[in-house]
């Protein structure tokens, strides 16, 4: 059965500091996404990582993906406010579905 | 602003009313797609159209019925709903089935009375 697990599920983080959340999925899949959503709102592409190694930047948010492992990380530097939001990755699986994780639920407190 | 419009962004409907939701994208996509999406919980796939074709079904209660008119519109019509159908609806396309990212729409929030 395909898993896609997103820890922690809630992070409080405090304004200025490092964190990272980390993304595990249990089945092959040479394609990854991260997707930022504001309550009520939709989802925001962030990042599109294609292959074994790669690495994205944007701001304070940095993404890496290691197929071998199966772990996907986005790490947030000198966290602020405006980062507060669910951080869903989603895996690419048969028939070009999108495998979702349960979200990792981010508050930046000041 | 995203590129995938939807409309209504809210609706309110009871259980024996019939209405329908739409989608709308200029990108020039081929494929599109709804979610639903329940509180604090991730999407989850409805349906895949791939060139106005119905490609995906996730064994969906048929008191949800898809409809891609044509290239840039997708309609989902709404019959008999249950008070668990209350959730927000998310359309999302891409340039086709095999190419991601997904570009998702504002959602429609429903409530079932």
């Known amino acids: 059965e395909l898993k896609v697990e997103q820890n922690p599920l809630f992070l409080s983080m405090q304004e200025g500091k490092n964190y990272t959340i980390y993304c595990n999925y249990s089945t092959t899949s040479d394609r990854l996404y991260w997707y930022r959503q504001d309550p009520g709102k939709s989802l925001e592409s962030l990042f599109v990582?294609?292959?074994?190694?790669a690495v994205k930047q944007e701001g304070r948010l940095m993404a890496s993906l290691d197929t071998k492992a199966r772990l996907s990380t986005l790490h947030i530097t000198a966290a602020v406010h405006d980062l507060s939001a669910t951080y869903f990755c989603a895996v690419v699986v048969g028939n070009n579905r999108l495998a979702f994780g349960k979200g990792n639920q981010v508050v930046v407190i000041p | 602003d995203t590129e995938v419009t939807q409309t209504p962004k809210h609706l309110v409907m009871g259980m024996t009313n019939k209405k329908s939701l739409k989608c709308e994208q200029h990108m020039g996509h081929r494929a599109m797609y709804w979610y639903k999406q329940k509180a604090k919980k991730p999407p989850e796939l409805m349906f895949v159209y791939s060139y106005e074709k119905l490609s995906i079904n996730e064994s969906v209660p048929s008191r949800f019925s898809p409809e891609c008119p044509n290239s840039s519109l997708l309609n989902l019509h709404l019959h008999a709903l249950q008070p668990e159908d209350s959730a927000l609806y998310l359309c999302?396309?891409?340039?086709?089935?095999?190419?991601?990212?997904?570009?998702f729409g504002d959602g429609t929030r429903l409530s079932i009375l």
């Open positions: 990582l294609l292959s074994n190694g």
């Open positions: 999302a396309s891409s340039e086709t089935q095999l190419a991601q990212p997904q570009h």
